[in-house]
């Protein structure tokens, strides 16, 4: 399975700790990872309170808190893994996507670390991050064995949409990705339309369990043949909904237009990832990223899907630095050793990783 990177089981290297370290966008997370697999601390700061006054991420903020929560995260994260940086082979930091703001804290306090201890620093790419959530270890596993290849892999989040073909470790082929919104992002511009908290993924979750799917039926983007997504579409066909439903004088019907958008984005994602499955001969699927925590998601692919489906536990879903230090590992393994002077990556795409 591994021959073409050559990573051979961990056993016979002896034990890789990575400590990781996340900050790309309004999450503040280190964690301490063994082999990729084992989580020894995993602690994460939320901003979402924060941010949820301005209905988004204010990029300004993030990166200031950022700087506030980094070095106390830090500390807890190896209190809780009862180790020093003394016992850390490494250090792996997102290096992007993501807010160049927030990535730059997270880059700096991971190199200042490495000098001061000459620890080797890898940098990650946050998506690459999501996919290897499935191979850390959590009792709530969907599948009870690593993930095979060849893959297909759904990566939704805040800020992107990608199905990608994973031949091998780190291998990968971008098969698709989104024209416009990212699939959180819809959820989250369309919570912001029904009046509903952000981040919108939550939100349009809890409006949708009391609210009928077939009330509304907003359109789903196929773009043909084609593996990209589009949600522009059907964030303008809920906003036409809404004007028109407010000039009668009847409450706005939130909860069945935040159920009938959930349908139109769930149906798209999962029809289109198992199409792919087919398509590529693939042995497994998995998803990640934060709208991977949605129940209705989880449900259909579980439901629908002939192909074992990994899906991560939901604390793994959103962003964290535990998969930091996961995918590091695999980066470490094929000896990826980073200059203390590597930028960050804003716009880095999964499929420029060699
Ligand atoms: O992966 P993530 O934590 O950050 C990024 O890398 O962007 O994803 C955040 C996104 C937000 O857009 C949020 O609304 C969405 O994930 N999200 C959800 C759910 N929980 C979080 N979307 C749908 N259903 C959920 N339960
Ligand atoms: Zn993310």
Same mark, same amino acid.
Request: proline fraction near 5%.
């Given at each position: 399975?591994?021959d ?13 700790? =990575? ?8 999450e503040?997370?280190?964690?301490v ?6 989580? /020894?601390?995993?602690? +994460? ?16 903020? !993030? ?8 070095? $106390?995260i830090?500390?807890?994260? =190896? ?5 020093? %940086? ?5 250090i792996?930091?997102?290096?992007g996507p993501? &807010?160049?703001?927030s990535? +730059?804290?997270? &880059? ?10 000459q ?6 790419n946050?998506?690459?991050?999501h996919?290897?959530?499935?191979w ?14 060849? /893959? ?15 031949? *091998?470790h780190?291998?990968? #082929?971008? %098969?698709?990705?989104?024209l *416009? ?11 912001? /339309?029904?009046?509903l ?5 939550? !939100?349009i979750q ?16 196929? %773009? ?13 066909? +809920? ?13 706005? $019907?939130?909860?069945d ?26 042995e497994d ?8 925590a949605?129940?209705? &998601?989880? #449900?259909?692919?579980l ?9 991560p536990? %939901? ?5 964290n630095a ?10 470490y393994?094929?000896g990826?050793?980073?200059d203390? *002077?590597?930028?960050? =990556?804003?716009?880095w ?6």
């Open positions: 399975m591994n073409k990177l050559n990573i051979s089981p961990p056993s016979q290297e002896g034990t890789v700790r =990575l400590l990781g370290i996340e900050t790309s966008c309004d503040t997370a280190a964690a990872v063994e082999d990729g697999k084992k989580m /020894l601390s995993n602690v +994460v700061a939320s901003q979402v309170d924060i941010h949820a006054q301005y209905g988004g991420v204010f990029p300004e903020v !993030a990166s200031r808190q950022h700087v506030i929560t980094i070095y $106390p830090l500390e807890q994260a =190896l209190q809780q893994a009862h180790i020093t %940086l003394e016992d850390v082979d490494g792996a930091v997102t290096r993501g &807010l160049a703001g990535l +730059v804290v997270g &880059l700096n306090t991971a190199k200042g670390i490495a000098l001061a201890n620890l080797p620093i890898i940098g990650v946050h998506l690459e991050a996919i290897y959530s499935a850390l270890d959590s009792t709530e596993q969907t599948v009870e064995r690593d993930p095979k290849f060849p /893959l297909i892999a759904l990566i939704v989040s805040g800020g992107h949409s990608e199905l990608v073909l994973m031949t *091998d780190l291998t990968y #082929q971008r %098969l698709g990705s989104t *416009d919104d990212a699939a959180g992002e819809a959820f989250d511009k369309v919570a912001r /339309l029904l009046g908290e952000y981040p919108g993924g939550p !939100a809890q409006a949708a369990e009391s609210g009928n799917e077939r009330a509304f039926s907003f359109p789903r983007s196929w %773009l043909n043949d084609s593996w990209d997504f589009s949600f522009s579409g059907l964030k303008t066909a +809920v906003l036409r909904e809404v004007r028109r439903l407010e000039k009668t004088d009847l409450p706005l $019907p939130v909860n237009l935040a159920a009938s958008f959930q349908a139109a984005v769930i149906e798209v994602l999962v029809t289109k990832t198992l199409r792919a499955a087919k398509e590529f001969n693939a699927i998995l998803i990640a990223g934060g709208v991977s949605n129940t209705s &998601l989880r #449900q259909q692919f439901e629908l899907s002939e192909f074992p489906v990994h899906i536990p %939901l604390s793994l879903c959103t962003d535990a998969m930091i230090a996961g995918a590091g590992y695999y980066r393994r094929v990826q050793r980073d203390l *002077d590597i930028d960050a =990556l804003p716009n795409p999964i499929s420029e990783l060699v």
